[in-house]
């Protein structure tokens, strides 16, 4: 696998030559601070793009171009780390020595049409187009709500800090999305257009020379930018946590912690911390989280912690009987004291890191993982695998502990029947 980054000013192309697949992968990835008040614009932007074009005016022209190309498959595929969006219009299409010459620049070029030539008039885009965006969007909003786990984090979030970039969603709400206008959605397209930096990633045993001069005919991003972007979210912690209880229809109540993972060095976040997740609720059936409160005493089906290393959080989820909720809590912070104190086996660290190791050697059999791998070793110094899994390998019991210590509860949030409060 070889590598190689080419500057061109106003955007970077990756190459990352490979024999290991039978197709080719191109991303184009946007990427840019979050604005709370733009961020469903930029959502809804996205799917409006990859819908129709200029030249591709009805979604079913766009399809059967697609399948001229082999059943190329083009998408956008939007995402939050931290204080960052990204958003990643991606294209795979087969290996065109399978084809005819043309088909690496009919390919290469297919995404750019779509980013470079919406379908506008007048500066606006289309009205039919994006109203059946919006109608996607809010049943995707719709379905958030009813999915007692993910509303139950995203209102944690909100929660724990009104003004946090680590509770804004992606989607926005249905007012949000209610503001969004054809002439409004044209303003955010331009200011995208001339304000995110811009990565294009392809992966796949071809002529990069060849691709890259494709790439270079038909991107047409022509402002260099150099203002600042930030990753992290630097969540305050609390002295005393925040205890939420809120009404809901569910059979089940949802219960949630938010904890702060402390100051770590990079090296802590990156690896140390990752076991300690992985032993607390991240890994397999035998994480101790699901030993106390499933095996145990058989409070629930399942429970799961969700390291954000970005976000500098953890999140801790299960679902209860209400009758429940206050033995789960208890045992949840028993969970953590347990860990802080120390009790953590060199077999539990072992099982840990051995998985983390078999998932990181099996992204390499995936393009996107790959693209993944580069693009954050470029835009936040992640390390290459083989020091990734020698790092990995080296950790101990008492490396874990140290972690765990850090940790604080920020917010113990329950989505249950009952009367609202706060404490």
Not at 60 to 66: A, E, F, H, M, R
Not at 191 to 213: P, S
Not at 313 to 328: R, Y
């Amino acid at each position: 696998m070889i590598y190689k980054q080419h500057k061109n000013g106003s955007y970077n192309i990756h190459t990352i030559k490979t024999d290991r697949f039978k197709s080719v992968r191109m991303e184009i990835i946007f990427r840019n601070n979050i604005d709370p008040e733009t961020i469903a614009k930029r959502t809804a932007l996205f799917e409006v793009l990859l819908e129709n074009s200029e030249h591709y005016p009805r979604k079913i022209d766009l399809s059967l171009k697609q399948e001229s190309l082999y059943n190329a498959y083009c998408y956008a595929i939007s995402s939050k780390v931290g204080n960052m969006a990204l958003t990643s219009v991606c294209i795979d299409f087969l290996n065109p020595k399978y084809t005819e010459e043309d088909y690496l620049e009919e390919a290469i070029a297919l995404p750019f049409d779509l980013i470079n030539y919406p379908k506008v008039i007048n500066n606006e885009f289309d009205e039919e187009t994006l109203t059946t965006i919006k109608t996607r969007l809010a049943a995707d909003i719709k379905s958030i709500r009813e999915d007692p786990k993910k509303l139950s984090i995203n209102n944690a979030l909100k929660k724990m800090d009104k003004n946090s970039i680590s509770g804004v969603d992606l989607l926005g709400n249905i007012q949000d999305l209610e503001n969004i206008t054809a002439a409004n959605l044209y303003e955010t397209y331009e200011y995208v257009m001339n304000h995110d930096y811009v990565d294009i990633f392809i992966i796949g045993d071809i002529d990069m020379d060849k691709a890259i001069d494709y790439i270079n005919k038909y991107a047409q991003f022509k402002t260099i930018k150099n203002h600042e972007l930030t990753l992290e979210v630097h969540n305050k912690s609390r002295k005393k946590s925040l205890v939420i209880n809120e009404l809901a229809n569910f059979s089940q109540s949802q219960v949630v912690f938010i904890l702060n993972t402390g100051h770590l060095s990079e090296d802590e976040k990156r690896y140390s911390f990752i076991i300690y997740n992985m032993i607390l609720g991240g890994g397999s059936l035998e994480t101790k989280l699901y030993q106390n409160l499933r095996d145990k005493n058989s409070l629930c089906y399942s429970v799961q912690s969700l390291y954000q290393k970005s976000d500098n959080l953890v999140l801790i989820h299960t679902s209860v009987d209400k009758k429940n909720v206050k033995k789960a809590i208890k045992l949840i912070k028993e969970t953590l004291e347990e860990m802080a104190s120390g009790h953590i086996t060199s077999d539990e660290v072992f099982r840990a890191t051995s998985s983390v190791i078999t998932s990181i050697n099996m992204s390499l059999d995936m393009p996107s993982r790959i693209i993944d791998q580069y693009l954050f070793s470029y835009i936040s110094n992640l390390e290459d695998v083989e020091t990734r899994i020698q790092k990995f390998s080296l950790l101990t019991v008492d490396d874990i502990v140290k972690v765990a210590k850090n940790v604080s509860i920020n917010t113990i949030y329950t989505l249950e029947s009952g009367e609202n409060h706060e404490d």
